[in-house]
């Protein structure tokens, strides 16, 4: 099979395709021929060496969709499906063609979506999905606080939100993305490089009872942003891995400030969100789609943050 991969550290153009041996499924994996996968901002660190990979030559991608080759563990040839876990497959990630994937890790894919959108939604939607309910646990009625309303995370989080009854407010660095930040359900979008975001949030309602803090060095500004007893999520790092904090008023306000890590919801969830968006109740942002074979500019689109959605690659 074909497979794109990096064998040593470096700018995209280390990505190659390379013939690889086709997996060998374990007695409780399925064999899936992968169609789509996207590219996420951990792909970049593992093929820059910023986040080092265990073993290389490397497959990258952290979802995959796809096609069932043969049946096995109660999956049947044909059947389409998606998972957000690929990392965990033999084979390698969603760069390659395919994989053998544990069948826990499979969810399938209603009819109405495609395997474009499925993996537009993925990850990205499965640590929205964690940040909001499974561990930030929101409520109708509370306010909510989006960093990076155009990352990845930032959109299905908007949407996730205003679809529990959360009043919504989420940052931008860019004028231009506003208007489609609030299609997406956005209440209020402040610019935080024209704007201080705790000052307008204080302003104008007296604070959030959640954040999903994906810059991380923006952490002190959430505290500030936070009501009494105010919950906020530490999800990603785009800004960098340290910050300072005021430790006299994360204690006065009696801040809860809790570790996302690695974040997944459960597969019963992911397939919850398939047929959330095979309903429409929300939708998937495809920025565009490349053939996995240019992998490498999709990283570097990727890297220059101008894009709005998900690169999707596609197998052919």
């Not at 979008?189 to 704007?195: A, K």
């Amino acid at each position: 099979m074909k497979a794109v991969q990096f064998a040593q550290y470096g700018d995209p153009d280390v990505l190659q395709v390379r013939e690889v041996p086709d997996p060998t499924p374990g007695p409780g994996d399925v064999l899936v021929q992968v169609k789509a996968t996207t590219v996420n901002r951990l792909d970049l660190f593992q093929r820059n060496g910023s986040r080092p990979v265990d073993k290389l030559p490397f497959t990258p991608g952290l979802e995959a969709a796809g096609i069932v080759v043969k049946d096995s563990q109660g999956f049947h040839a044909g059947e389409r499906v998606m998972t957000t876990r690929a990392a965990r497959a033999v084979g390698g990630g969603g760069y390659a063609s395919m994989i053998a994937v544990p069948a826990e890790d499979l969810v399938r894919i209603p009819d109405g979506v495609s395997f474009e959108e499925a993996v537009a939604a993925g990850l990205t939607a499965s640590t929205a999905w964690g940040s909001l309910f499974d561990i930030g646990r929101v409520k109708a009625g509370e306010r909510v606080l989006i960093w990076a309303g155009s990352s990845g995370v930032g959109i299905w989080a908007i949407q996730f939100a205003k679809q529990a009854g959360a009043w919504v407010v989420t940052t931008t660095s860019s004028n231009e993305k506003v208007s489609e930040l609030r299609r997406l359900g956005a209440d209020m979008v402040i610019n935080q490089r024209e704007e201080n975001v705790a000052e307008v949030i204080q302003n104008n309602v007296h604070g959030v009872n959640l954040v999903i803090e994906l810059v991380s060095t923006t952490i002190q500004t959430s505290i500030e942003s936070c009501t009494q007893d105010g919950r906020i999520v530490l999800v990603g790092n785009l800004g960098g891995q340290q910050a300072s904090i005021d430790m006299q008023q994360c204690r006065l306000k009696r801040v809860h400030i809790i570790g996302g890590g690695m974040l997944h919801t459960s597969t019963e969830n992911e397939r919850r969100i398939l047929e959330m968006i095979a309903a429409h109740a929300v939708t998937p942002v495809i920025a565009e789609t490349l053939p996995v074979e240019q992998a490498a500019e999709a990283h570097r689109r990727v890297a220059a943050g101008k894009t709005l959605g998900k690169i999707v690659l596609l197998h052919s």
